[in-house]
């Protein structure tokens, strides 16, 4: 029976996303501040594969006045990396960029053979697309690039407190709960951990095992992602359901 009732909230959840959180996330949206509207309409029409209120909900986030470092595990081409630094500053970007890193991903291919100086019949690495799109908009000096797996940047990690663990990388049990074990240290007194793609079946079941694991009090599940806060946060931050 529990199997079932969480095939059903699954569901429900994926066609909320697809097919009605758009349409009310313009209530919102009308309350963006001019930065993120600046920065949304700069992005978006390059990196697609974001919606408005994750990337809304990565910036307020990254916005929050805590002390320490923001980590972000799984950069891709870089959609995530650049609105966690336009608005919140240094951001460290975790992600081997190797073809066993970047299964569960669209295949890379440069679309413009100008700006990766290569014939179009040759895909640029997705490393060198990732720094190409930081450079394009701005924040390249904000990133720091670790190009290693998870679990060993953590294991060299020396940057202080993380204030914002951003986990997105492998989308299997065991990866989830090794990005997390990995990264648990060195979470701040308050901080916040984000789970993207919380509706795969893997990914929900290896955060739903995490919350009895996690010193955070609050718990917030919205669009595809999943929130561990150690202070309850506003609507404005987590957005509408």
């Known amino acids: ?22 349409h009310i996330d ?23 594969w974001n919606q ?17 470092t923001i980590v972000e595990i799984g ?26 890193s970047m299964t569960q991903v669209p295949r890379v291919v440069a679309a413009d053979a100008q700006e ?19 450079e394009r908009f701005g924040v390249r000096e904000r990133v720091v690039y670790h190009r290693e797996p998870s679990v060993e940047a953590a294991a060299s990690w020396s940057e202080g407190a993380v204030r914002l663990l951003y986990i997105d990388g492998l989308h299997t049990y065991e990866a989830v709960q090794q990005d997390y074990h990995a990264w648990k240290p060195f979470l701040a007194k308050e901080h916040v951990v984000l789970f993207d793609d919380y509706l795969w079946a893997e990914v929900q079941h290896a955060v739903d095992d995490l919350r009895a694991q996690s010193a955070c009090r609050f718990f917030y ?21």
């Open 1 to 22: 029976m529990q199997r079932l009732y969480e095939k059903v909230v699954r569901r429900t959840r994926l066609s909320y996303r697809a097919h009605v959180a758009n």
């Open 26 to 48: 313009l209530v919102m949206a009308m309350r963006d501040d001019a930065d993120f509207s600046s920065a949304w309409s700069a992005v978006s029409p390059t990196l697609k």
């Open 52 to 68: 408005r209120p994750s990337a809304r909900r990565l910036w307020q986030l990254a916005r929050l006045a805590r002390p320490g």
């Open 75 to 100: 950069s891709f081409l870089g959609n995530s990396t650049i609105y966690l630094a336009l608005a919140g500053g240094e951001v460290h970007a975790v992600d081997p960029h190797t073809p066993q």
């Open 116 to 134: 990766s100086k290569r014939s179009s019949s040759e895909p640029m690495d997705p490393s060198e697309l990732f720094l190409l799109n930081l």
């Open 221 to 241: 599940v919205r669009g595809g992602q999943a929130i561990f806060s150690t202070t309850p946060l506003p609507l404005r931050v987590v957005g509408l359901p």
